[in-house]
């Protein structure tokens, strides 16, 4: 007598994926749109499971429960940000404009994965499995955006002392207008800022603090 092989092993060669990773896939999607409309905490497996036209009893097929569900939506965000944002600078291309086009790639891969974004940052503050998480994600960032601070110092050379705070607190600005700006608890509830704005005023904000007037030196601390 054969056995019947798990989801995961059932083969569509036609579209180069199995059954199973169709589902998972499928769950993963469900997922984001459900956290969208209810937020992490309200979110209820057998909503996720009715959007991935699938029986709540499948979930566990896949899932251990909803928080491991969001660590792998997480590790999916911070995969793409690793991919697409952390692009290393070629040649003698502009530091500047290496950074101005990470901004733009991290608004928009911030705005299409906000509610996984969101719910990972509220578990950060609750959860030590989260706060790694999101810290990786961090870290990843500053390392980043440190690369691109250290060759733009080559042709414009500046006083900062410590890069790792620079970007630190460069990429803390960033995430957290990301963060607000997307988030239904954010400073504007209910109103949607177009990409266009968003990316002018995060580069205009990110490249400014780089490149200060020199007028600003006067203000600083001595």
């Known amino acids: ?5 798990k989801p995961e092993l059932e083969q569509e060669p036609a579209r180069g ?3 199973g990773e169709h589902t998972r896939l499928a769950i993963k999607e469900a997922a984001r749109e459900v ?3 209810d937020g992490f905490a309200a979110m209820r497996i057998a909503d996720i499971m009715s959007g991935a036209g699938k029986s ?3 979930f566990y097929i896949y899932f251990k429960n909803k928080e491991e569900l969001l660590h792998e939506l997480l590790e999916d965000f911070r995969h793409t940000l690793k991919s697409e944002v952390n692009r290393p600078l070629s040649g003698k291309e502009d530091p500047m404009h290496n950074l101005a086009g990470r901004l733009q790639v991290f608004w928009r891969i ?3 994965h906000w509610p996984v974004a969101t719910a990972a940052f509220q578990m950060s503050m609750q959860d030590e499995s989260f706060a790694r998480a ?3 994600i961090r870290e990843q960032g500053i390392k980043g955006l440190v690369t691109v601070i250290r060759e733009s110092r080559k042709q414009q050379p500046a006083p900062d002392k410590d890069l790792e705070l620079v970007a630190s607190a460069l990429s803390s600005m960033i995430e957290y207008a990301c963060y607000n700006w997307t988030a239904k608890v954010g400073d504007f509830p209910g109103r949607e800022i177009d990409d ?6 995060l580069t205009r904000l990110a490249l400014g603090a780089l490149n200060p007037h020199p007028s600003v030196q006067a203000y600083l601390p001595r």
């Open 1 to 5: 007598m054969t056995t019947t092989s």
């Open 17 to 19: 994926r199995t059954k």
């Open 35 to 37: 956290m969208a409309r």
């Open 56 to 58: 709540p009893g499948a």
């Open 110 to 112: 911030y705005r299409r």
């Open 134 to 136: 999101w810290h990786h």
């Open 196 to 201: 266009e704005t968003a990316i002018e005023i």
